[in-house]
Protein backbone atom coordinates (compact mmCIF):
# COMPACT_ATOMS: atom_id res chain seq x y z
CA UNK A 1 0.00 0.00 0.00
CA UNK A 2 2.92 2.03 0.63
CA UNK A 3 3.95 2.29 -3.24
CA UNK A 4 -0.19 3.55 -3.79
CA UNK A 5 0.11 6.31 -1.16
CA UNK A 6 3.03 7.32 -3.24
CA UNK A 7 1.44 7.12 -6.26
CA UNK A 8 -1.25 9.64 -5.42
CA UNK A 9 1.64 11.40 -3.82
CA UNK A 10 3.20 12.07 -6.70
CA UNK A 11 -0.16 12.77 -8.70
CA UNK A 12 -1.30 15.62 -6.23
CA UNK A 13 2.19 17.07 -6.08
CA UNK A 14 2.13 17.18 -9.98
CA UNK A 15 -1.27 18.12 -10.25
CA UNK A 16 0.14 21.46 -8.14
CA UNK A 17 2.64 22.79 -9.93
CA UNK A 18 0.82 22.69 -12.78
CA UNK A 19 -1.65 24.70 -11.38
CA UNK A 20 1.19 27.05 -10.26
CA UNK A 21 1.98 26.74 -13.81
CA UNK A 22 -0.29 27.82 -15.56
CA UNK A 23 -1.33 30.36 -12.52
CA UNK A 24 2.31 31.88 -13.21
CA UNK A 25 1.91 32.44 -16.72
CA UNK A 26 -1.57 33.91 -16.49
CA UNK A 27 -0.46 36.51 -13.87
CA UNK A 28 2.48 37.45 -16.21
CA UNK A 29 0.80 37.27 -19.35
CA UNK A 30 -1.38 40.58 -18.12
CA UNK A 31 -0.98 44.46 -18.74
CA UNK A 32 -0.57 45.37 -14.70
CA UNK A 33 -0.38 48.65 -16.33
CA UNK A 34 -3.73 48.74 -17.60
CA UNK A 35 -2.31 50.47 -20.69
CA UNK A 36 -6.10 49.88 -22.65
CA UNK A 37 -7.88 51.75 -19.60
CA UNK A 38 -5.74 54.27 -19.88
CA UNK A 39 -5.99 55.29 -23.32
CA UNK A 40 -9.65 54.82 -23.20
CA UNK A 41 -10.00 57.38 -20.18
CA UNK A 42 -8.31 60.07 -22.69
CA UNK A 43 -10.63 59.71 -25.16
CA UNK A 44 -13.31 62.75 -25.12
CA UNK A 45 -16.38 62.17 -23.60
CA UNK A 46 -19.15 61.93 -26.17
CA UNK A 47 -20.95 65.67 -26.53
CA UNK A 48 -23.56 66.53 -28.99
CA UNK A 49 -21.61 67.57 -31.73
CA UNK A 50 -19.14 64.95 -32.28
CA UNK A 51 -19.20 63.06 -35.55
CA UNK A 52 -16.40 60.16 -36.04
CA UNK A 53 -13.69 58.52 -33.88
CA UNK A 54 -13.44 56.63 -30.69
CA UNK A 55 -15.52 58.50 -27.52
CA UNK A 56 -16.50 57.89 -24.46
CA UNK A 57 -20.70 57.58 -23.52
CA UNK A 58 -21.72 57.85 -20.03
CA UNK A 59 -24.54 56.16 -19.04
CA UNK A 60 -26.71 54.07 -16.85
CA UNK A 61 -24.33 54.97 -14.09
CA UNK A 62 -21.26 53.46 -16.26
CA UNK A 63 -19.01 54.78 -19.37
CA UNK A 64 -18.87 52.92 -22.61
CA UNK A 65 -16.05 53.37 -24.69
CA UNK A 66 -17.46 53.71 -28.50
CA UNK A 67 -16.74 54.16 -31.83
CA UNK A 68 -19.17 56.93 -33.22
CA UNK A 69 -19.94 57.08 -37.29
CA UNK A 70 -21.75 59.97 -39.25
CA UNK A 71 -23.01 61.42 -36.60
CA UNK A 72 -23.40 65.14 -38.22
CA UNK A 73 -25.62 62.77 -40.94
CA UNK A 74 -29.33 63.27 -41.20
CA UNK A 75 -30.38 59.50 -41.29
CA UNK A 76 -32.04 57.39 -38.63
CA UNK A 77 -29.61 56.43 -35.80
CA UNK A 78 -27.91 52.77 -36.34
CA UNK A 79 -26.89 50.66 -32.74
CA UNK A 80 -24.50 47.67 -33.29
CA UNK A 81 -23.68 45.42 -30.40
CA UNK A 82 -20.03 43.07 -30.43
CA UNK A 83 -20.23 39.55 -29.31
CA UNK A 84 -17.26 37.07 -27.26
CA UNK A 85 -14.23 37.75 -27.47
CA UNK A 86 -14.41 41.11 -29.89
CA UNK A 87 -15.03 44.76 -29.52
CA UNK A 88 -16.77 46.89 -31.75
CA UNK A 89 -13.66 47.48 -33.87
CA UNK A 90 -15.66 44.53 -35.32
CA UNK A 91 -17.75 46.55 -37.08
CA UNK A 92 -15.92 49.20 -38.41
CA UNK A 93 -16.73 48.08 -42.36
CA UNK A 94 -20.63 47.99 -41.49
CA UNK A 95 -19.84 51.58 -39.41
CA UNK A 96 -18.09 53.26 -42.36
CA UNK A 97 -20.42 51.89 -44.89
CA UNK A 98 -23.46 52.82 -42.98
CA UNK A 99 -22.12 56.41 -42.26
CA UNK A 100 -21.88 56.86 -46.05
CA UNK A 101 -25.05 56.01 -46.75
CA UNK A 102 -26.69 58.39 -44.37
CA UNK A 103 -26.84 57.06 -40.94
CA UNK A 104 -25.72 57.99 -37.50
CA UNK A 105 -24.19 54.70 -36.17
CA UNK A 106 -22.75 53.93 -32.82
CA UNK A 107 -20.86 50.73 -31.95
CA UNK A 108 -20.12 50.35 -27.78
CA UNK A 109 -18.22 48.26 -26.20
CA UNK A 110 -20.78 46.73 -24.34
CA UNK A 111 -20.90 46.24 -20.12
CA UNK A 112 -17.35 44.04 -19.39
CA UNK A 113 -15.76 45.21 -22.25
CA UNK A 114 -15.65 48.94 -21.61
CA UNK A 115 -12.97 50.09 -18.48
CA UNK A 116 -15.32 52.11 -17.52
CA UNK A 117 -18.76 49.08 -17.21
CA UNK A 118 -16.93 46.43 -15.60
CA UNK A 119 -19.17 45.62 -12.45
CA UNK A 120 -18.32 42.76 -10.43
CA UNK A 121 -19.99 39.42 -9.82
CA UNK A 122 -22.07 37.18 -12.54
CA UNK A 123 -25.23 38.47 -11.59
CA UNK A 124 -24.46 42.22 -13.36
CA UNK A 125 -24.44 40.41 -16.41
CA UNK A 126 -27.54 39.21 -16.85
CA UNK A 127 -29.50 39.59 -20.57
CA UNK A 128 -31.99 42.48 -19.15
CA UNK A 129 -29.01 44.49 -17.86
CA UNK A 130 -27.78 44.24 -20.63
CA UNK A 131 -30.43 45.33 -22.59
CA UNK A 132 -30.55 48.34 -20.60
CA UNK A 133 -27.75 49.74 -21.84
CA UNK A 134 -28.20 49.85 -24.96
CA UNK A 135 -31.33 51.80 -24.16
CA UNK A 136 -29.05 54.04 -21.84
CA UNK A 137 -26.82 54.74 -24.88
CA UNK A 138 -29.03 55.36 -27.60
CA UNK A 139 -30.71 57.61 -25.23
CA UNK A 140 -27.34 59.85 -24.19
CA UNK A 141 -26.51 59.82 -28.09
CA UNK A 142 -30.07 61.60 -28.75
CA UNK A 143 -31.45 58.19 -30.58
CA UNK A 144 -35.31 58.09 -29.79
CA UNK A 145 -35.81 55.11 -32.59
CA UNK A 146 -32.94 53.65 -33.75
CA UNK A 147 -31.94 50.42 -36.31
CA UNK A 148 -29.99 47.57 -34.22
CA UNK A 149 -27.51 45.26 -35.31
CA UNK A 150 -25.96 42.55 -32.99
CA UNK A 151 -23.74 39.09 -33.40
CA UNK A 152 -23.21 36.22 -30.92
CA UNK A 153 -23.71 37.57 -27.73
CA UNK A 154 -24.37 41.19 -29.04
CA UNK A 155 -27.56 39.04 -31.02
CA UNK A 156 -28.88 38.07 -27.29
CA UNK A 157 -29.16 41.30 -26.00
CA UNK A 158 -30.27 42.67 -29.53
CA UNK A 159 -33.08 39.93 -29.39
CA UNK A 160 -34.24 41.37 -26.05
CA UNK A 161 -34.11 44.90 -26.60
CA UNK A 162 -36.34 44.06 -30.18
CA UNK A 163 -38.90 41.83 -28.20
CA UNK A 164 -39.18 44.53 -24.85
CA UNK A 165 -39.04 47.44 -26.96
CA UNK A 166 -40.46 47.69 -30.10
CA UNK A 167 -41.26 51.11 -29.80
CA UNK A 168 -37.51 51.61 -29.78
CA UNK A 169 -36.31 49.81 -32.61
CA UNK A 170 -36.75 50.91 -36.74
CA UNK A 171 -35.47 47.40 -37.36
CA UNK A 172 -33.73 44.06 -36.22
CA UNK A 173 -30.36 42.54 -37.89
CA UNK A 174 -29.51 39.27 -36.02
CA UNK A 175 -26.16 37.39 -36.94
CA UNK A 176 -25.37 33.68 -36.15
CA UNK A 177 -27.37 33.22 -32.95
CA UNK A 178 -30.91 32.52 -32.61
CA UNK A 179 -34.56 33.69 -31.37
CA UNK A 180 -33.11 33.14 -27.43
CA UNK A 181 -36.43 31.38 -26.71
CA UNK A 182 -35.30 28.60 -29.48
CA UNK A 183 -32.66 27.78 -27.80
CA UNK A 184 -31.93 28.55 -24.14
CA UNK A 185 -33.93 25.89 -22.42
CA UNK A 186 -31.09 23.45 -24.72
CA UNK A 187 -28.37 25.25 -22.87
CA UNK A 188 -29.64 25.80 -19.69
CA UNK A 189 -30.47 21.85 -19.73
CA UNK A 190 -27.19 20.54 -21.31
CA UNK A 191 -24.69 23.44 -22.23
CA UNK A 192 -21.90 22.78 -24.85
CA UNK A 193 -18.65 21.77 -23.61
CA UNK A 194 -16.84 25.32 -24.14
CA UNK A 195 -19.87 26.79 -21.85
CA UNK A 196 -19.39 24.44 -19.07
CA UNK A 197 -15.47 25.31 -18.71
CA UNK A 198 -16.31 28.90 -19.75
CA UNK A 199 -18.86 29.30 -16.91
CA UNK A 200 -16.16 27.68 -14.18
CA UNK A 201 -14.35 29.64 -11.68
CA UNK A 202 -10.85 30.62 -12.58
CA UNK A 203 -9.88 27.97 -15.18
CA UNK A 204 -10.94 29.57 -18.18
CA UNK A 205 -9.41 32.62 -17.56
CA UNK A 206 -5.94 30.82 -16.79
CA UNK A 207 -6.56 28.78 -19.71
CA UNK A 208 -6.81 31.85 -22.28
CA UNK A 209 -4.58 34.00 -20.81
CA UNK A 210 -1.49 31.72 -20.23
CA UNK A 211 1.29 32.10 -22.71
CA UNK A 212 0.61 35.52 -23.59
CA UNK A 213 -3.03 35.27 -24.05
CA UNK A 214 -2.24 32.03 -26.54
CA UNK A 215 -6.03 30.91 -26.18
CA UNK A 216 -7.33 33.95 -27.47
CA UNK A 217 -4.98 34.56 -30.44
CA UNK A 218 -6.57 31.41 -31.91
CA UNK A 219 -9.55 33.13 -31.92
CA UNK A 220 -8.72 35.81 -34.21
CA UNK A 221 -6.92 34.05 -37.24
CA UNK A 222 -9.74 35.94 -39.27
CA UNK A 223 -8.92 39.47 -37.59
CA UNK A 224 -7.35 42.29 -39.16
CA UNK A 225 -4.22 42.72 -37.24
CA UNK A 226 -5.41 46.24 -35.76
CA UNK A 227 -8.62 44.39 -34.48
CA UNK A 228 -6.52 41.71 -32.84
CA UNK A 229 -4.06 44.19 -31.06
CA UNK A 230 -7.23 45.92 -29.45
CA UNK A 231 -9.03 42.74 -28.50
CA UNK A 232 -5.74 41.42 -26.68
CA UNK A 233 -5.14 44.64 -24.70
CA UNK A 234 -8.62 44.45 -23.51
CA UNK A 235 -8.32 41.15 -22.10
CA UNK A 236 -4.93 41.41 -21.07
CA UNK A 237 -6.00 43.92 -18.35
CA UNK A 238 -6.69 41.81 -14.89
CA UNK A 239 -10.77 41.36 -14.28
CA UNK A 240 -11.63 42.18 -17.98
CA UNK A 241 -11.95 38.26 -19.23
CA UNK A 242 -13.96 37.51 -16.05
CA UNK A 243 -15.76 40.31 -16.76
CA UNK A 244 -16.60 39.54 -20.50
CA UNK A 245 -17.05 35.52 -19.20
CA UNK A 246 -19.66 36.65 -16.95
CA UNK A 247 -21.73 36.80 -19.36
CA UNK A 248 -21.84 33.19 -19.92
CA UNK A 249 -22.28 32.52 -16.05
CA UNK A 250 -25.37 35.00 -15.77
CA UNK A 251 -26.55 32.27 -18.13
CA UNK A 252 -29.37 30.91 -15.40
CA UNK A 253 -30.37 34.28 -14.90
CA UNK A 254 -31.10 34.85 -18.50
CA UNK A 255 -33.31 31.17 -18.48
CA UNK A 256 -35.42 32.95 -15.69
CA UNK A 257 -36.73 35.01 -17.49
CA UNK A 258 -37.43 33.46 -20.46
CA UNK A 259 -41.15 34.18 -20.37
CA UNK A 260 -40.33 37.58 -20.90
CA UNK A 261 -38.59 36.97 -24.20
CA UNK A 262 -41.45 35.47 -25.55
CA UNK A 263 -43.77 38.24 -26.94
CA UNK A 264 -44.26 37.96 -30.73
CA UNK A 265 -41.68 40.34 -32.52
CA UNK A 266 -43.05 43.27 -34.35
CA UNK A 267 -40.34 44.48 -36.13
CA UNK A 268 -39.08 43.79 -39.49
CA UNK A 269 -35.96 40.97 -39.07
CA UNK A 270 -32.96 39.78 -40.68
CA UNK A 271 -31.47 36.86 -39.68
CA UNK A 272 -28.06 36.08 -40.87
CA UNK A 273 -26.43 32.83 -40.32
CA UNK A 274 -23.58 30.42 -41.71
CA UNK A 275 -23.74 27.19 -43.32
CA UNK A 276 -21.31 26.20 -40.59
CA UNK A 277 -22.81 27.99 -38.11
CA UNK A 278 -23.39 25.25 -34.73
CA UNK A 279 -25.51 27.52 -33.43
CA UNK A 280 -27.96 27.24 -36.24
CA UNK A 281 -30.34 24.21 -37.19
CA UNK A 282 -33.20 23.69 -39.09
CA UNK A 283 -35.36 23.22 -35.91
CA UNK A 284 -34.63 26.36 -34.11
CA UNK A 285 -35.21 28.29 -37.00
CA UNK A 286 -38.28 26.68 -37.53
CA UNK A 287 -39.54 27.58 -34.38
CA UNK A 288 -37.98 31.08 -35.02
CA UNK A 289 -40.08 32.05 -37.46
CA UNK A 290 -42.66 31.62 -35.59
CA UNK A 291 -41.65 34.12 -32.95
CA UNK A 292 -41.62 37.11 -35.85
CA UNK A 293 -44.76 38.25 -36.28
CA UNK A 294 -43.62 40.99 -38.83
CA UNK A 295 -41.37 41.07 -41.87
CA UNK A 296 -38.90 38.74 -41.89
CA UNK A 297 -35.79 37.38 -43.70
CA UNK A 298 -33.13 35.25 -43.63
CA UNK A 299 -29.97 34.83 -44.90
CA UNK A 300 -27.55 31.53 -45.52
CA UNK A 301 -23.89 32.50 -45.91
CA UNK A 302 -21.38 30.05 -47.06
CA UNK A 303 -19.37 30.86 -43.33
CA UNK A 304 -19.02 29.74 -39.90
CA UNK A 305 -19.30 32.28 -37.07
CA UNK A 306 -17.43 34.82 -37.60
CA UNK A 307 -20.08 36.34 -40.27
CA UNK A 308 -18.30 39.71 -40.36
CA UNK A 309 -14.94 38.70 -41.23
CA UNK A 310 -15.48 35.80 -43.31
CA UNK A 311 -18.38 37.42 -45.24
CA UNK A 312 -17.80 40.95 -45.08
CA UNK A 313 -19.25 42.20 -48.08
CA UNK A 314 -22.22 40.41 -47.85
CA UNK A 315 -22.86 41.24 -44.65
CA UNK A 316 -22.85 44.33 -44.92
CA UNK A 317 -24.82 44.95 -48.31
CA UNK A 318 -27.59 42.88 -46.90
CA UNK A 319 -27.60 45.00 -43.73
CA UNK A 320 -28.05 48.11 -45.44
CA UNK A 321 -30.57 46.72 -48.01
CA UNK A 322 -32.69 46.09 -44.99
CA UNK A 323 -32.37 49.29 -43.20
CA UNK A 324 -33.12 50.49 -46.68
CA UNK A 325 -36.62 48.73 -47.32
CA UNK A 326 -37.29 49.54 -43.94
CA UNK A 327 -36.85 52.91 -44.29
CA UNK A 328 -38.43 53.62 -47.59
CA UNK A 329 -41.49 51.41 -46.01
CA UNK A 330 -41.43 54.07 -43.01
CA UNK A 331 -41.27 56.64 -45.89
CA UNK A 332 -44.18 55.52 -47.42
CA UNK A 333 -46.92 55.29 -44.57
CA UNK A 334 -45.30 58.54 -43.65
CA UNK A 335 -46.34 60.33 -47.09
CA UNK A 336 -50.08 58.07 -47.45
CA UNK A 337 -50.67 59.81 -43.77
CA UNK A 338 -49.65 63.06 -44.58
CA UNK A 339 -52.07 63.06 -47.67
CA UNK A 340 -54.84 61.86 -45.27
CA UNK A 341 -53.67 64.38 -43.05
CA UNK A 342 -53.63 67.20 -45.80
CA UNK A 343 -57.51 65.45 -47.26
CA UNK A 344 -59.13 65.76 -43.96
CA UNK A 345 -58.58 69.67 -43.73
CA UNK A 346 -59.47 70.30 -47.10
CA UNK A 347 -63.19 68.46 -46.32
CA UNK A 348 -63.23 70.32 -43.22
CA UNK A 349 -62.94 73.64 -45.12
CA UNK A 350 -65.10 72.72 -47.36
Known sequence: MRWLKRIFLALGVSLVLAVAVLAGGSFLSLDWDRQHSARTEALPVFQKGDSD??????????????????????????????GFPETSAMWEPLGLAAAAAGYRVVAFDQRGYSPGARP?????????????????VADAVGFGRFHLVGHDWGCNVGWA???????????????????????????????????KVFTAPWIPEVMLTFNDLAGLRGTYELATSEQRDEYLAVFSEPGALTAALNWYRAIPLSFDVLDELTPPIRTSTLFIYGTREGWVTPDYLERQREFVAAPYEELELDAAHWLMQEQTEAVVAAVLAHLQRVDDARSSMDRRGHERSHLSREEAAM
Open 120 to 136: KGASSYAALDLAQDVLA
Open 53 to 82: GLVRIEANGMTFRARVYGLSNRGPGLLLLH
Open 161 to 195: VTIQHPDRVLSWSGLSIPHPATLLADVARDPPTYI
